[in-house]
């Protein structure tokens, strides 16, 4: 890739408030990811129980499914830079807490399972502010989809980065320090946030300032139900989010029983993820149109699955991590995707409350994926679990294009102006 081509693909670096937010937010999730992966293998340390490792992510999870839609009503009518900013110095708190009981010696199951659902309640209102907000700091909006595969970028190479940490850091000292790294890590987003010059205005709906939420919350629900090519995208990203995205609740399984492992290895399963979910996002980050977008989430479906399969019974270590490469890209790939174009279709006076349905499904419904992850893990084993799960993946995505395409075929008969249509012909067209 030359310079004009580097260029082109960090385009949306060229906003000042979004280059603060991402440096900030990039130093914040490598501590983000530590937590995370240090938590499942506290757990398992802990319990030696796949089912506890579901309840786990479910606890951490349940709160989005039922805040989520209010919190994209919120995100819609308050300033979402000061939502932002009151979120992540909460999640701070939240991990020094998690810190200092593991420090002391004084965690236990308990703590972590309260402890993962407050966690869970910040990010009901923190992620649909945190997706419209993008919005709000880039320029052009040509330059939108960039900054979101630029996001997708960051995350997963703190994914990358955090879980390898994470891995010797527990094994030299103990999980504790890897809390502590993260609730400090959050001081970098928080003056990364300070420093932006953003409006200091709130945001209201239709340039009302009373106003019947239950009336909003509906408007934005019936949006959602009506407008077939936004529902069909999020109806699709819940059901991977249930099906598929529970493979990561077991890795601590993988990594201690069917590989004989430590917490290193844990950080090398998820670190692979990494690598193929970075490859991901920086093709997703050089695209420069819409075209064929829905085609790339059926495609990374099939693959996904095929992925998961392949992973669910392989005993090779070094087979299992290349798999995971793939898994990861094909997973960014489905989700960055769906982001790029709900962020595309959707005007910004809506912009909080789709985002919110779009956090429900992929966030809000995995309490049901890791609890059905854990109750397959004690019926049929591990692997067994992971290998259904590529199976449905695959269902899913060839689902996702018979019903794409049906919608396609009538859309020249549905009420929209003509800007609209063409936008959504190019976003799933086969190109």
Not at 15 to 30: A, E, H, K, V
Not at 344 to 371: C, N, W
């Amino acid at each position: 890739m030359g310079i004009t081509g580097f260029l082109a693909t960090v385009r949306a670096l060229k906003n000042r408030n979004y280059r603060l937010f991402f440096t900030g937010n990039g130093i914040s999730l490598i501590g983000t990811w530590m937590q995370t992966v240090t938590i499942g293998w506290l757990v398992y340390k802990l319990s030696h129980s796949s089912y506890t490792l579901g309840a786990t992510g479910a606890l951490g999870t349940l709160p989005v499914l039922l805040f989520s839609i209010f919190g994209g009503y919120v995100a819609d009518r308050i300033n979402r830079f000061r939502i932002i900013l009151t979120t992540q110095t909460l999640a701070m708190i939240q991990a020094l807490s998690l810190a200092i009981l593991t420090l002391t010696g004084h965690i236990t199951v308990n703590h972590i399972l309260f402890l993962s659902f407050v966690l869970g309640l910040i990010n009901a209102f923190d992620i649909p502010a945190r997706q419209a907000f993008v919005v709000n700091i880039v320029e052009k909006k040509e330059e939108l989809a960039n900054a979101i595969a630029l996001n997708s970028f960051l995350v997963n190479s703190a994914r990358l980065i955090g879980p390898s940490i994470a891995g010797v850091l527990v094994a030299a000292f103990g999980e504790g320090i890897c809390f502590l790294i993260n609730g400090i890590s959050y001081i970098a987003v928080i003056f990364a946030l300070l420093m932006m010059k953003v409006p200091s205005a709130k945001q209201v709906i239709d340039g009302r300032e009373n106003e019947n939420v239950l009336k909003k919350l509906h408007e934005g629900f019936s949006y959602v139900k009506t407008f077939v090519p936004v529902r069909t995208v999020i109806l699709y990203v819940g059901f991977f989010s249930i099906f598929g995205m529970f493979y990561g609740v077991l890795m601590p399984v993988f990594a201690k029983e069917i590989f004989h492992g430590t917490a290193r290895t844990l950080g090398f399963l998820i670190g692979s993820g990494g690598i193929g979910a970075i490859i991901a996002a920086i093709y997703l980050a050089s695209r420069s149109t819409h075209s064929g977008l829905g085609k790339i989430i059926h495609i990374a479906g099939i693959v996904f699955g095929t992925g998961l399969i392949l992973f669910s019974y392989t005993n090779n270590f070094w087979f299992a991590v290349m798999i995971l490469i793939v898994v990861g890209a094909a997973m960014v790939l489905q989700i960055v995707t769906a982001n790029i174009i709900l962020q595309t279709l959707v005007s910004d006076e809506k912009r909080g409350r789709v985002m919110s349905f779009h956090t429900l499904a992929f966030m809000g419904t995995q309490p049901i994926g890791s609890y059905i992850a854990g109750v397959l893990g004690k019926t049929i084993g591990t692997q067994g679990t992971v290998f259904v799960s590529g199976i449905i993946c695959i269902i899913g995505a060839i689902i996702f294009k018979v019903k794409y395409v049906s919608f396609l075929k009538k859309i020249e008969t549905t009420v929209m102006d003509d800007s609209q249509r063409m936008l959504i012909k190019q976003t799933f067209s086969a190109q």
